[in-house]
């Protein structure tokens, strides 16, 4: 249990997670996003920032980002095109340049 402290600390500290200012915005479903407002997608899901929501090839919906197109994460997952892409500490991939810890444990990007 030590170690996993220790690891989960540096992980907060290293990559710059534990700043409050990084606020999140929850959904009704619980989910997180960078900024309100949800938008609810034909799935259920939500995306945040109050854009449209836009299919990915892989069946899930992204936040609409211009006229990009959703990109592919190297695990398989598609994320908002035209922002960049980060890798989490947990090994999930996020659109923008950083990943921000939320409350409920996951990641979501700057």
Known sequence: MKHCTK??????FYFGLGTVAQAQYMCPNGSYVSRG????????????????CQMAPGGG???RQGNSSP????NG????????MAL?????????SRCVLTPSGGYIGR
């Open 7 to 12: 690891l989960l600390l540096f992980a907060v």
């Open 88 to 96: 989490c500490p947990d090994g999930s991939y996020v659109a923008g």
């Open 37 to 52: 407002p949800c938008t609810l997608c034909p799935d259920g899901s939500y995306v945040g920032g109050g854009a449209r």
């Open 61 to 63: 919906y992204v936040p």
């Open 77 to 84: 997952n598609y994320i908002q095109g035209g922002r960049g």
């Open 71 to 74: 990109q592919l994460a190297p």
